[in-house]
């Protein structure tokens, strides 16, 4: 195990750090450990049926008696989305600030430990203590409201923990980036700066919020149907343009999607969305002109349960769309969904409806930052040590080219999930590779391992298909009946039926030439004489299923 002394400024990313999505990341001070995120990741191809994947946190579970808490940033899947899930196992105080706080509360109560959790609310632009961490929070402009940088003060120097961030000067909803607030930080002097790498391979400015609203006006106003827009549903701000975009051209704004609902009333709750109109329910649609209503919907990444989905596919219980109407896409297409959106982009466009997407107009903006703002940002904070996550290795790997390359940043640190850094005392350096790794989540409580045999069968089923085969054997072992095999997803039977004969007969002689009838070597040359036939007549792996039964 890792020897680490007490004095050791170390930071540990568990997540985030090798994919867009999914952060966690560790400091440790003084002999204690503090969490900042504890994020949802989406899952890919590689975990099939699951429904989000969840850190692998064997190394917080091992020390949890040197763990404070974790801190929350902002409320983003990607850095919240698994307290819910792993709250069974952690049972940490929580800190985030009042609006981040009620969507964590959520998360809790879906997960069944509402009550159980215990949520400190702490002020945007405030400092406080969590147990030795002297910690100032310092508001950054994103895509929700309350995302707050993290300042580690720190005997060493301090850590400036970015989250994910931007500049705006008009964000709609919530306040801007504390720019102020930032220079008197840098000159204070930065000891490291862990920063946000989604957008690094951009170079125009990220663009304004407040530009969106006049941008969806222009594209709605004239047009004679109904009104589709999709966005996610924690963009406050945007949910904010999309309804002043709808009032200004007459039409009264309906929410499909349950994070809908959840979302603006918490951001009511909490102040923001206070200067627009009541929404109507989606029951009352049929009363208007389809000239009068905007729906916000969710589900922008193609989501299959969600609300942009039921409509495209014509199962939503309130909303059928016809031509002439229209379906806005106010989001980003993000890498890896892009085959289920472009679905329902010719879904939507086989319907007859005009279809505007990030692609052809001005209907979005990003909530990262440019290579422009990266640079700003660096020019204010100057750190001396740049540690770039948020980001896929190679995000990371051009932050850290460009931090020393182009903006003058002394010393770099090309991190990846598990790799435990001391930032101090002394020169930066790398202790460890702990355990890091991922769950897939299922039915909201389940989880299954990458690697485990749950979701490595799935993945054979899906590629190679599966064989079952049935063996009726006596007591005494004598084969009373041609086994009954199946091959779903392998070969077409009927078809086969050559194939499948020769197998039998192979699997009946070599049954009837065992001597040793134990259920272990039954099993053994089944499985034996199945792999080999498949793999020679179609070169395939499948699952294989036995049951043997003796009457
Ligand atoms: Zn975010
Ligand atoms: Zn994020």
């Not at 540990?12 to 450990?33: A, D, F, Q």
């Not at 070969?491 to 194939?499: P, S, T």
Request: net charge negative; with cysteine.
């Amino acid at each position: 195990m890792v020897n680490i002394n007490k004095d050791d400024l170390i930071f540990l990313p568990l997540g985030g750090s090798n994919e867009i999505g999914m952060n966690v990341n560790l400091y440790h001070y003084k002999g204690r450990w503090l969490m900042i995120d504890c994020g949802a990741g989406f899952a890919d191809n590689y975990y099939p049926g699951v429904q989000m994947l969840a850190p692998d946190l064997s190394f917080v579970y091992e020390r949890l008696d040197q763990f404070e808490g974790i801190l929350l940033t902002h409320c983003h899947e990607d850095h919240l989305g698994s307290v819910g899930w792993l709250w069974d196992k952690l049972q940490l105080p929580i800190y985030a600030s009042p609006f981040t706080a009620a969507v964590a509360k959520n998360k809790l109560e879906q997960a069944g430990f509402g009550s159980n959790a215990v949520i400190h609310k702490v002020a945007p632009d405030s400092r406080f203590e969590i147990g030795p961490f002297d910690i100032e929070l310092v508001h950054l402009t994103h895509s929700v409201p309350e995302m707050n940088a993290v300042i580690l003060h720190t005997e060493h120097g301090n850590v400036l923990h970015t989250g994910d961030w931007k500049i705006d000067p008009n964000p709609v909803e919530g306040q801007t980036t504390n720019i102020e607030r930032l220079k008197t930080i840098g000159d204070n002097g930065v000891l490291a700066m862990v920063c946000d790498s989604t957008n690094v391979f951009t170079e125009k400015h990220s663009g304004s919020e407040g530009d969106i609203e006049d941008s969806l006006l222009e594209l709605v106003k004239n047009e004679a149907g109904m009104v589709c827009v999709t966005t996610f549903a924690s963009n406050v701000a945007r949910v904010h343009s999309i309804c002043m975009a709808a009032k200004r051209s007459g039409r009264k704004v309906v929410l499909a999607g349950l994070s809908l609902h959840k979302i603006t009333t918490f951001a009511k709750e909490n102040g923001f969305l206070h200067d627009i109109d009541e929404f109507i329910s989606d029951t009352q649609i049929k009363n208007l002109p389809r000239n009068e209503v905007l729906v916000i919907c969710t589900g922008c990444q193609g989501e299959a349960n969600a609300a942009m989905s039921k409509i495209a596919n014509g199962n939503h219980p309130f909303i059928r769309l016809t031509p002439k109407d229209t379906v806005i896409f106010s989001s980003k297409i993000i890498p890896g969904n892009e085959k289920t959106i472009f679905k329902l982009f010719n879904l939507f466009v086989r319907l007859g409806c005009n279809v505007y997407t990030e692609k052809d107009h001005f209907v979005h903006v990003s909530g990262h930052p440019s290579k422009e703002e990266m640079k700003e940002l660096y020019g204010y904070i100057r750190p001396e040590i740049s540690i770039p996550v948020h980001g896929e290795p190679t995000h990371l790997h051009e932050h850290v080219r460009l931090a020393r390359e182009e903006w003058g940043v002394p010393k770099q640190v090309e991190i990846q999930n598990g790799e435990m850094i001391r930032l101090a005392p002394g020169e930066p350096s790398s202790l460890s590779h702990e355990t890091f790794g991922y769950f897939g989540v299922e039915n909201n409580n389940m989880l299954l391992p990458a690697a485990g045999e749950v979701l490595r069968m799935r993945r054979r089923m899906l590629n190679d298909g599966i064989v079952f085969v049935t063996i009726v054997l006596s007591k005494k072992g004598k084969l009373l009946a041609e086994p009954g095999i199946s091959f779903p997803g392998v070969i077409d039977e009927e078809e086969y039926r050559d194939v499948v004969f020769t197998i039998s007969d192979e699997l009946v002689e070599s049954l009837q030439a065992q001597r040793d009838v134990s259920d272990d070597n039954i099993y053994k040359v089944t499985r034996k004489v199945i792999r080999r036939n498949i793999k020679d007549i179609m070169n395939k792996r499948p699952a294989i299923e036995i049951h043997i039964s003796r009457v």
